[in-house]
């Protein structure tokens, strides 16, 4: 079965930081350029970050940019975003997702729920 | 990057055709046949109806259809059914080499 799991998601405080995993199965990972979407509360879907399937490119959102790293392990099947000085306005669903050619992106994971709050 | 634009519902009785609009610039659904729908339920993680503007991938009904013109990409959905009452959401790939999303359509069946 085609699958990714988030985890690593929690609450925290304002400046604090957190550690996402997504963990693949199913399908060739090492092939895929992986993003990290997400997604605030009652809001619509932001894209967030993505890593190239060897891990040599990189691109982060803005909004992102300067406090998150996304990173892969493809031996382990695994993508991550490193979460750090992390603002009220981060709280948000993650969803971690295959990008199987230019944005179609397929399949999707579940989600994490990052709560930042003071 | 800002987001790409679609109205923020649409709405239509069971069996009629609906089109959602997904405007954006010549950097990014201008540029590229790149652009995919989503389709989204409450609570629900997304799920892909259309990729590369018009094709559709297994799975999903052949009522779900795209196309693009010029800067505009739309979505539409023929013989409206009470499942395809949820959020959708354009995407594009852009110049800049980063993704951008629409701020996403609310679909009423009535």
């Known amino acids: 079965e085609v699958q990714l799991v988030e985890s690593g998601g929690g609450s925290v405080q304002p400046g604090g930081s957190l550690r996402l995993s997504c963990a693949a199965s199913g399908f060739t990972f090492s092939s895929r350029t992986m993003h990290w979407v997400r997604q605030a509360p009652g809001k619509g879907l932001e894209w967030v970050s993505y890593?190239?399937?060897?891990?040599?490119?990189?691109y982060y959102a803005d909004s992102v940019r300067d406090r998150f790293t996304i990173s892969r392990d493809n031996a382990k099947n695994s993508l991550y975003l490193q979460m750090n000085s992390l603002r009220v306005e981060d709280t948000a669903v993650y969803y971690c997702?295959?990008?199987?050619?230019?944005?179609?992106?397929?399949?999707w994971g579940l989600g994490t729920l990052v709560t930042v709050s003071s | 990057q800002s987001a790409l634009t679609q109205p923020a519902s649409v709405s239509g009785s069971p069996g009629q055709s609906i089109t959602i609009s997904c405007t954006g610039t010549s950097s990014d659904v201008g540029a590229y046949n790149y652009v995919s729908w989503f389709q989204q339920h409450p609570g629900k993680a997304p799920r892909v109806m259309i990729y590369e503007v018009s094709n559709r991938p297994s799975g999903v009904s052949n009522r779900f259809s795209g196309s693009k013109s010029g800067n505009t990409a739309s979505l539409t959905i023929s013989g409206l059914q009470a499942e395809d009452e949820a959020d959708y959401y354009c995407?594009?790939?852009?110049?800049?080499?980063?993704?951008?999303f629409g701020g996403g359509t609310k679909v009423t069946v009535l």
């Open positions: 997702t295959s990008d199987r050619n230019y944005v179609w992106f397929d399949p």
């Open positions: 890593i190239t399937s060897s891990g040599t490119t990189i």
């Open positions: 995407i594009s790939y852009t110049s800049s080499k980063i993704v951008v």
